[in-house]
């Protein structure tokens, strides 16, 4: 008869922590990550207008907030051969001569001396493993059916289980498991009869839109030809370097700006809107080779943050200047102008409808945003540190996989922004955002169970069908139970915003 000695395997066999990952809604693209941020798996792709949701990521009832539970367990002395609260996990090693020294094989060897023999460290760690393999299922019966699958953690510590497990006394332990946020309306009336006021940028208005893109459309077709004779005026093409410094409370020249300054910068003196205002008049007539320098403030609007209400001191170099020599417009270049036209009214009807279209969807776009972000005014929501880091991650690891299909980064650069100290900045900078982000999704999973919304079982199929494929495509690995559930809530998504659209009283004002 062969003698094995047991030893008494250390981990609390329990599943690592794999939360579900959230995804973002765009269109899978071949990529590689590298570095500590995981890559975010493949998003999903909802061909239908209505289900292209900004912002949305797979819906939080699927993810968490922290749950404590408190577990005890009396160690009690058992007769029989059950002497544990319940299996062990161990390994065995064979001895040589397949013997314990000092005993003939086959001889039964002593608790006392057997304990001695592997340890009592050993055989107390065994005995705790045992007591939480045992225990923790009853301990986690209070919050079954909330808790989420893989979220359950122990967060008492395993050297103070060790330093105070006792057969005498009850053994005690703390568990973490994550429940889904609750949604707390602010008002009365919860979601209905909202307001919404939906802000229409004049640049996507049809008719202002389509004259402008058969003015590009023309300009297109001309030729560039060099200002000798005189200055900049508008209409012109000019090529600048920029330079820019801050000017102090004394008037004197500060730091540079290098977010500000440029070489080599085109500039089409009819589409300056996004320009500092007061830039194009201070440039005004300016001259190939000569130089001008003026002063300017950064409005308190300005996109960058640490630009707002600067005053700064610009030096402008004309390098080159150019005007456009631009065909008659008529008849004969409505072929050139828009393929399959015949006349320049063919043109403008064509430009006009797909400007429409483009208008129409640019509005249903604005009023789901203006509607999500009234969501996210009316509640109220806990959101744990896991969930939001969770979502952060997955908004961050969405945005560098755009940058990598726009290939605006290359792989040196992903590993880079990819650490985990970049991931950390991100979160850290978004919060407001992704707090935001989570109470829309809360709210639109809300509303969706309490109107008793439905879509067809049909579409379901279908929108997992096409994201699969898309996988397959790009040969990519996929969890489609996951990609179900993404889907899933896309779907959802569509369903409510649809509702709200029709209940809610909607006001569109222009910019």
């Not at 004049?202 to 060099?226: D, P, T, V, Y």
């Not at 999704?441 to 079982?457: D, P, S």
Request: hydrophobic letters at 35%; glycine letters at 4%; proline letters at 5%.
């Amino acid at each position: 008869m062969e003698a094995v000695l047991l030893n008494s395997a250390l981990r609390l066999l329990l599943p690592t922590p794999t939360r579900p990952s959230l995804y973002p809604v765009s269109i899978p693209q071949t990529l590689s990550f590298s570095s500590s941020l995981s890559p975010p798996r493949f998003p999903i792709r909802i061909s239908s207008r209505s289900h292209s949701l900004p912002g949305f990521f797979s819906h939080p009832s699927r993810n968490w907030r922290p749950f404590h539970v408190s577990a005890s367990a009396v160690a009690v002395q058992k007769t029989g051969k059950d002497r544990s609260p319940a299996d062990v996990l161990v390994t065995e090693t064979k001895e040589p001569n397949s013997s314990i020294p000092g005993f003939r094989p086959g001889k039964k060897v002593p608790e006392n001396i057997l304990v001695n023999y592997i340890g009592g460290n050993n055989v107390q760690q065994a005995a705790i493993e045992a007591t939480l393999k045992k225990t923790l299922p009853q301990a986690m019966a209070s919050v079954e059916g909330r808790a989420l699958k893989d979220s359950v953690r122990i967060v008492t510590k395993f050297s103070e289980m060790y330093d105070v497990f006792s057969l005498q006394d009850a053994f005690r332990y703390e568990v973490v498991a994550d429940v889904a946020p609750e949604v707390k309306w602010l008002s009365e009336n919860k979601y209905k009869n909202l307001k919404i006021v939906v802000e229409i940028d004049n640049i996507i208005e049809a008719q202002s839109a389509s004259e402008r893109e058969l003015q590009r459309r023309h300009k297109a077709l001309g030729l560039l030809r060099i200002v000798t004779d005189r200055g900049l005026q508008i209409g012109d093409l000019v090529v600048l370097d920029i330079f820019a410094k801050t000017i102090g409370q004394d008037e004197s020249e500060g730091e540079k700006i290098p977010s500000a300054e440029t070489k080599g910068f085109h500039l089409d003196t009819e589409e300056s809107d996004n320009l500092l205002p007061g830039f194009l008049d201070s440039i005004i007539g300016i001259r190939q080779g000569e130089t001008k320098s003026f002063p300017l403030q950064f409005p308190e609007s300005w996109e960058q943050e640490n630009l707002r209400g600067v005053r700064a001191q610009f030096t402008v170099e004309c390098k080159e200047l150019f005007y456009r020599d631009l065909p008659q417009l008529d008849d004969s270049l409505a072929e050139n102008v828009l393929p399959g036209c015949n006349s320049l009214d063919q043109v403008r009807e064509a430009i006009l409808q797909r400007c429409k279209e483009v208008e129409q969807t640019a509005i249903e776009q604005a009023t789901d945003n203006a509607i999500l972000d009234q969501l996210s005014k009316i509640v109220e929501v806990d959101i744990p540190k896991s969930l939001l880091e969770e979502q952060g991650r997955q908004l961050y690891g969405a945005k560098l996989l755009q940058l990598q299909v726009e290939k605006k980064i290359n792989e040196s650069q992903l590993a880079s922004l990819s650490s985990e100290r970049a991931v950390g900045q991100f979160i850290n900078n978004e919060k407001e955002n992704i707090s935001k982000i989570i109470k829309q999704m809360l709210a639109v999973g809300e509303i969706f169970k309490c109107e008793n919304l439905q879509f067809l079982t049909e579409e379901l199929v279908k929108e997992v069908e096409n994201s699969i494929a898309e996988f397959k495509r790009h040969n990519q690995e996929y969890d489609e139970e996951r990609v179900r559930e993404q889907v899933q809530d896309v779907l959802e998504g569509a369903k409510v915003l649809e509702w709200l659209r029709e209940n809610a009283e909607i006001q569109y004002v222009k910019q």
